[in-house]
């Protein structure tokens, strides 16, 4: 399992400002977002989320390590 | 030089324009977002700006570190503030000085169209109705105009 953080929107809608997700050695960010969408908070969160690895964006083949630093990204809005 | 940060004081443009501004530049170009009172026909009465901050500090750095490879001589700095904010208030700095002013101009633009594409900074607006929603650009036409 990992903890995936949340931010703005989407943590209003889950009411949490993470989730626990599984995640397995070498998975890659595809299936960390399949998992996502098993969780029973999913129907909140969009299907496909932007996802942040070690502070920087990630692409869905993007290999996780179970200590690395996950955050799904709300459509930005700075400025 | 250059430098970036997230910030949750109010910014200074006098502050920004002195700390890139040199003798051996000719040219510096400031922008500065500012809180409107209106989003999509709705009067706003202030936003509440919120960050991912430590990714968002990285996300700055790498766009500061693109402009100064994009535009060789450059100085710039980026401040990007977080925390309630009123009408007028400044949300976002950019100063950019260069030896021309093309760059100068250039690179300002650069570095705001890339902040708001990237750095994960989210906008809360509160409506005079008393109402408050999410700033969400990728369904609203009037923010991806703006």
């Known amino acids: 399992m990992v903890t995936v953080q949340l931010f703005a929107s989407y943590a209003e809608l889950v009411g949490s400002p993470n989730i626990e997700v599984q ?13 996502v969408r098993a969780l029973p908070v999913a ?3 969009p299907a496909t989320p932007r996802v942040a690895v070690n502070r920087a964006f990630a692409t869905d083949d993007t290999v996780l390590e179970l200590s690395d ?7 930005v809005a700075g400025g | 030089m250059s430098r970036s940060a997230i910030v949750a004081r109010p910014i200074d443009p006098g502050a920004l324009f002195t700390e890139v501004s040199s003798i051996g530049c000719g040219a510096v170009s400031l922008f500065f ?9 709705q009067g706003v009465t202030g936003i509440d700006y919120t960050a991912y901050a ?19 001589g450059l100085s710039v700095v ?17 100063a950019a000085a260069h030896q021309h002013r093309a760059p100068a101009l250039d690179a300002v633009r650069y570095v705001i169209e890339e902040v708001k594409k990237r750095v994960p ?13 999410w700033v969400d650009p ?5 923010e991806v105009r703006a």
């Open chain 2, 33 to 41: 977002g500012t809180v409107r009172d209106t989003s999509d026909g």
């Open chain 2, 78 to 94: 980026v401040e990007h503030r977080v925390g309630v904010l009123g009408l007028g208030e400044i949300s976002v700095g950019i």
């Open chain 1, 43 to 45: 129907s909140r969160l």
């Open chain 2, 54 to 72: 430590a990714m968002a500090e990285a996300e700055l750095g790498r766009i500061v570190a693109e402009a100064v490879q994009r535009f060789t």
């Open chain 1, 69 to 75: 630093e996950i955050a799904l990204i709300p459509p």
């Open chain 2, 121 to 133: 900074v989210w906008k809360l607006e509160h409506y005079t109705g008393g109402t408050r929603s």
């Open chain 2, 138 to 142: 990728t369904s609203r036409h009037s």
């Open chain 1, 23 to 35: 995640l397995a050695q070498g998975d890659r960010v595809s299936d960390l977002l399949r998992n």
